[in-house]
């Protein structure tokens, strides 16, 4: 079974010599497992609970805090600290913390980065779907910042995820038909986001878009029809629709616009003014951000809202509901040094959500 689950593509003659026995005797085990209902034909899939897919990216963030103002051309003294990122990874270790079942499926390479990213996540995201390639380096963002922690420059190496391909999804195609629910960010290229959309849409599986930046916006599918829940900033926004959002009626106007696409439940989220919520069955409404006294860093706060969002979603709550726990969430994860915060669990959620 444990190797099954690593490779569910090896033949019956690979499985046999490597447990050292005959392959009528394997043939016959596989037979029973099947039987059993433990296995799914071939490929030879487990049968599992059902998990939540995330597909997208997994990085390596990198700060360099520097001591002085920068001088160029030259070094510059700086100090350095390292996290673990990845839009659908955070997402995806929130949901885990939160209790789900969790498979992450991405790019990565053969190398020390993927190995940190390895530690940091299996203890909640299932991993043993990762295509590693030896001609890619693992993603990875570094961002150099002056004293008072102002952007200086940025180097994203995400070349990676350019493999991150409907072929390669296409081989998980028996796992990715029992999902509960699909989360794909646009670090994919387009082609496969709109195969992943079609997929969910044929399988009738909830399927949800989270972007990663402004730039990446026209990977998104023309079409939104079967798109359960679009997630995404302002700024993203703005492009995806080329229009100009600094007021109410103009994020009013965002939301409908995209459900008119065909999206069923849309949020725009607008940092500390709260976000901005559409439904196929309500009218466009707007919710508050959770006030917080210390911000200690806002990365993966827009990670936290829609893990937490989503597990609101799934558990059975009314929207309004879910999205208050995707707003608890982020509120507290900007009070967390963690990208995801330690302490986060479905008890605790609930226990935060009460005391409002």
């Not at 990762?130 to 994203?156: C, F, K, R, W």
């Not at 070349?159 to 998980?172: I, K, M, S």
């Not at 608890?328 to 900007?334: E, Q, R, V």
């Amino acid at each position: 079974m444990d190797m099954i689950g690593q490779n569910p593509f090896l033949s019956q003659k690979e499985m046999s010599e490597a447990l050292n026995i005959s392959r009528p005797a394997l043939a016959n085990l596989i037979s029973g497992l099947m039987k059993q209902g433990k296995i799914a034909g071939r490929a030879y899939i487990l049968q599992e609970e059902k998990e939540i897919h995330c597909i997208g990216g997994a990085n390596v963030d990198r700060k360099f805090h520097l001591q002085q103002n920068v001088q160029h051309g030259t070094s510059n003294p700086a100090n350095v600290t390292e996290s673990v990122g990845g839009v659908a990874r955070n997402i995806g270790e929130n949901l885990g913390r939160l209790g789900h079942k969790v498979r992450l499926f991405t790019t990565a390479g053969k190398d020390a980065d993927w190995q940190t990213i390895e530690t940091a996540s299996q203890g909640f995201i299932n991993l043993q779907s990762i295509n590693q390639l030896s001609n890619h380096g693992t993603g990875s963002y570094s961002a150099v910042l002056d004293p008072t922690g102002e952007l200086v420059l940025a180097m994203a190496n995400m070349g990676v995820y350019e493999e991150l391909t409907p072929a390669y999804l296409q081989r998980y195609e028996m796992i990715l038909s029992g999902s509960t629910l699909i989360i794909i960010d646009l670090n994919c290229p387009k082609e496969t986001v709109m195969f992943m959309k079609e997929f969910a849409l044929s399988k009738q599986i909830p399927f949800a878009i989270v972007p990663v930046s402004s730039p990446k916006m026209d990977r998104m599918p023309d079409d939104l029809q079967g798109v359960t829940w679009l997630i995404c900033n302002r700024d993203e926004a703005e492009t995806a629709l080329q229009m100009k959002i600094d007021k109410t009626e103009h994020f009013n106007q965002a939301v409908i616009a995209f459900l008119e696409k065909g999206v069923e439940n849309v949020v725009i989220t607008a940092g500390g003014n709260g976000v901005y919520v559409g439904t196929s069955n309500e009218d466009v409404f707007h919710m508050p951000a959770h006030k917080t006294s210390l911000i200690e860093d806002v990365t993966g706060a827009g990670d936290a809202f829609v893990g937490a969002t989503l597990h609101g979603w799934l558990a059975g709550m009314p929207v309004r509901q879910a999205i208050q726990a995707g707003l608890m969430n982020a509120s507290k994860t900007l009070s967390s040094p963690y990208t995801v915060r330690t302490e986060l669990s479905a008890t605790r959620l609930k226990l935060e959500m009460e005391e409002l």
